[in-house]
C-alpha cells in the first residue's frame, strides 16, 4: 500500500507487479503522476477502483496499491557465493521485521534469511515498516532451524556466559565482508544450546543493567552498523 512503496517495487523489479489500484480523486501530484505514467509505459494494468482500498482498510490518503507475485519480487537479485547475511529465527513481530530489513540495506547487508515459523516477509505490516527495503534484499526461507547452515565463523547473539562483548571484536579481520550476524526469537532469543549445536560465536552487545534487553530491530541495526561495508 502507498505511492512510495508501489515507486520502489516499479524501480527493482517492474515485472513482479501483476496490476495496480488506484483511489479514485482528483488531487494527483506531480509524483504520483509519474508513477502511473511509468506503469502505463510498462503495460501494467491500472484499476481505477475504491473496493480494494476498503476490503484492506486502506486509509483515506492511500492512493496507491500494487498487487505482486511473491516468487518474482526478489528473484531479479545476483548474490555472490558469499552473501551477507542476517539470520532470524522464528521473528514474531511485523516492525522489527521492517526495521531490520531497511537497516539490512542501509549497511550494506544483502541477504535475510528469515527461519520458520515467523512472520511473513511480505506481509503488509513488514512492507510497510521497511519502506520498499524488502524489494533490496535477497530474501531466504528455512522451513526449519535443523536446515540452517551455520559455522564458526557465524555470529549469534546471545545472553550467555561464553559470549564476547561485540566491541571486543574487530571489524577489520572481516577485510570488508561482514560475518553472518545471527538472532533469536524477541521473546524467547536463540535456543540455549544454539551455538554449541551449530559451532557459531556466541556474541553480546553491552548494555546498562537498568533493562532487561535490547528491541530485536535495535539489537540487529547495533550489530549490522558495527559491521557495515558502506
Known sequence: MGATLVAELLKTN???????????????GEDLEKILTDL????IEIIESTKAFNI????????LMAEFAKDIANSYFDVDESPTRVILVNPSDSGNLGTIMRSAVAFGYTTLEIVMPGVDPYDP????????????????????????????????????DKAVSLESINSETYHGCPPDLIFGNEAAGLPKDFCQKTGATPVYIRQSENVDSLNL???ASIAM????VV
Open 125 to 160: 505490516k513488514v512492507i510497510r515498516a521497511s519502506m520498499g527495503a524488502v524489494f533490496h534484499l535477497n530474501i531466504k526461507i528455512v522451513s526449519d532451524i535443523a536446515k540452517l547452515k551455520v559455522d564458526k565463523n557465524c555470529l549469534a547473539f546471545v545472553l550467555d
Open 217 to 219: 530491530g535495535v539489537a
Open 225 to 228: 552498523h558495527y559491521f557495515s
Open 56 to 63: 484492506l482498510g486502506a486509509k483515506d490518503n492511500c492512493l
Open 14 to 28: 517492474p515485472r513482479a507487479i501483476t496490476r495496480v489500484f488506484l483511489r479514485p480523486t482528483e488531487k494527483r
Open 40 to 43: 502505463k509505459l510498462k503495460n
